[in-house]
């Protein structure tokens, strides 16, 4: 079964700080890796990396995928309150569906 | 640009009956796939639609369905209520699924009493 696994499942950390989240997944019918930020309601896009190695930044974010190594991680520095969300990585397989992982529940703490 | 829009927002309905909801993507997007999201399962794919055909499925029983119109509008159907139908139920907007960004909707929050 086609499994995305994210770590850690919690963090609690202060403003200012920085902070790394990490997304495995198998290869089976890879596309490509999408990074979402949960709040309330509607996950908000914030990446999608399809090759390996290119870096993907948009203001305090940034994402990077390696494909030999099967993971992705998203870096969030001088964190802020306002970064305090669930954050979800999803792999596109061919067919087109996004398969999710569990999200890593960000706290910052001011 | 106007976002993905779902309605309603929120609904109650009591176990056995059924229920529709409806997704609007994004103008000039022309796949809509669907989400259920609740605490234990997170997110699980439901199904996607494309130019009016359901191009993929996932693992729920025949009881979810849905369908997608000429504007590409569409509404997903649950029929015979269970509690455990309970959750977010999530539509995701894309100019073609296989290899392009999807914005989400709101979401309308189903609770089966």
């Known amino acids: 079964e086609d499994k995305v696994v994210q770590s850690p499942l919690s963090l609690v950390v202060h403003e200012g700080d920085t902070v790394t989240l990490n997304c495995s997944y198998e290869v089976t019918n890879f596309r490509s890796l999408l990074w979402y930020k949960q709040e309330k309601k509607a996950p908000t896009f914030l990446f999608m990396l399809t090759s390996s190695g290119i870096e993907k930044k948009s203001g305090r974010l940034s994402s990077i995928l390696d494909k030999k190594e099967l993971f992705s991680i998203l870096n969030i520095t001088a964190t802020q309150t306002g970064d305090s969300a669930i954050y979800l990585c999803a792999k596109r397989g061919s067919q087109g569906n996004l398969i999710f992982g569990k999200g890593t529940k960000l706290s910052v703490k001011p | 640009k106007a976002g993905v829009t779902q309605t309603p927002r929120y609904l109650i309905k009591t176990r056995g009956q059924q229920v529709t909801l409806s997704c609007s993507p994004i103008s000039g997007h022309r796949s809509v796939s669907w989400y259920q999201q609740t605490p234990g399962q997170g997110l699980q794919f439901l199904f996607e639609?494309?130019?009016?055909?359901?191009?993929n499925k996932g693992n729920f029983p025949g009881r979810f369905s849905g369908r997608q119109f000429s504007n590409s509008r569409s509404e997903m159907n649950v029929s015979t209520l269970e509690l455990g139908d309970s959750a977010l139920y999530l539509c995701?907007?894309?100019?073609?699924?296989?290899?392009?960004?999807?914005?989400f909707g709101q979401g309308t929050r189903l609770t089966v009493v």
């Open positions: 995701a907007s894309s100019s073609d699924s296989v290899n392009t960004e999807a914005f």
């Open positions: 639609y494309f130019s009016e055909t359901q191009r």
